[in-house]
């Protein structure tokens, strides 16, 4: 037979004085007020580091704006460990700024990954002490290559500043952690500075919000940047009738397209003035089929641009209590010819509020 386990207890653990008062302490009054003290010593703390930095930039950043603004191809971002999440970050708000970027990992680019960074490109590495050894074959293969290369880096005299074509140094700054072993204040200082060349590109090549837009087209920034262009109903959708149409043939285009109102224009084309439900309300009257539609209209309606922001016109229609609006664009003569039409449920179905 065979014979029973016997069973295991575990060994017991030697007591911590600090476990000991733990298990007899209660969360106080004062627990909150003690969190929010080791808040703002971190938060302090990460702001006298970006201080630092912003009264430290000198020539170098210039330098390497000058480098960065004439790369043919993409600007390759690197970093190891906490670095390469701010590389990636970096990389991304430069992308969506205007300025090709990709993230590559060092470690990987030693694994054939080298092969993303083309001669034509640009690399900006991130390494706090200078001496990430992950990096040290894609900094070799930049040297090489004679790619450009931008370090960030905490020490002026370490192997990537000394290889590097313009270094960014970061300020002098204890870190937030309270042993300053976790990077915080480090991090914080190298988003700052990636966003600061980020942003600096992005005014140098003049980047718009039409540019903007093409790199947001989803989302809140996407619908924050919208056009009349792109919401509006062209062509055949449009109601239009013609001068001294009768209003019996008005009232079927206006019924027909569904936007609540009909453009009435002239014989070339450009719109004279706009039927509403209103307008047929007011001139209510036995023989209204017989009379002309510029008999009845309301003469040089409200317009918008169609490179206006859909936002603009959906403040136009609240201020002035209307539902739709013709699109004109060209406003030399006269009022126009009409290239489409806005109603505001086109507004609201897009999420603009």
């Known amino acids: 037979m065979t014979p029973k386990p016997k069973p295991i207890h575990p060994r017991p653990r030697p007591v911590d004085a600090r476990d000991e008062d733990a298990a007899h ?16 010593r971190v938060i302090e703390a990460e702001a006298q580091g970006l201080h630092a930095l912003a009264d430290g930039l000198d020539i170098s950043l210039s330098q390497a704006l000058d480098l960065l603004a004439n790369v043919a191809g993409r600007v390759v971002v690197t970093g190891m460990g906490k670095s390469g999440h701010v590389a990636r970050k970096i990389a991304a708000t430069l992308a969506s700024t205007g300025t090709p970027a990709q993230f ?3 470690a990987e680019a030693s694994h054939g990954d080298l092969g993303m960074i083309t001669p034509a490109d640009a690399v900006i590495a991130l390494s706090n002490s200078g001496e990430t050894a992950e990096m040290s074959d894609l900094v070799a293969y930049t040297r090489r290559f004679s790619i450009p290369l931008i370090a960030l880096t905490g020490r002026g005299e370490s192997a990537i500043a000394q290889a590097a074509d313009v270094t960014l140094l970061l300020p002098v700054a204890p870190e937030a952690c309270p042993l300053g072993l976790a990077p915080t204040t480090s991090t914080a200082v190298m ?3 990636g966003d600061a060349l980020a942003v600096a590109l992005f ?7 039409d540019d903007f837009h093409q790199f ?7 619908r924050k940047f919208l056009r009349v262009a792109d919401l509006m109903h062209r062509g055949s959708d449009v109601p239009l009738v013609a001068a001294g149409t009768r209003m019996a043939e008005a009232m079927i285009e206006m019924t027909g397209k569904r936007f609540g109102c009909v453009g009435v224009t002239d014989a070339n084309g450009r719109l004279l003035g706009i039927v509403t439900d209103g307008d047929l309300r007011r001139h209510m009257a036995p023989n209204l089929l017989e009379a002309t539609a510029e008999t009845v209209m309301t003469a040089n309606p409200l317009s918008i641009r169609s490179r206006a922001l859909a936002a603009e016109a ?17 406003h030399e003569q006269g009022s126009g ?3 489409g039409i806005l109603h505001v449920h086109d507004i609201l179905r897009a999420g603009i509020v």
């Open 314 to 330: 959906l403040g136009l229609m609240n201020a002035r209590s209307v539902t739709a609006l013709f699109v004109i664009d060209d």
């Open 337 to 339: 010819p009409p290239v």
């Open 25 to 40: 302490s209660h969360p106080g009054r004062d627990r909150p007020e003690a969190d929010r003290a080791v808040a703002r």
């Open 216 to 222: 947001h087209p989803k989302g809140a920034l996407g």
């Open 203 to 209: 005014e140098r090549k003049g980047f718009s919000s």
């Open 104 to 106: 590559v990992h060092p």
């Open 191 to 193: 988003l700052a500075l």
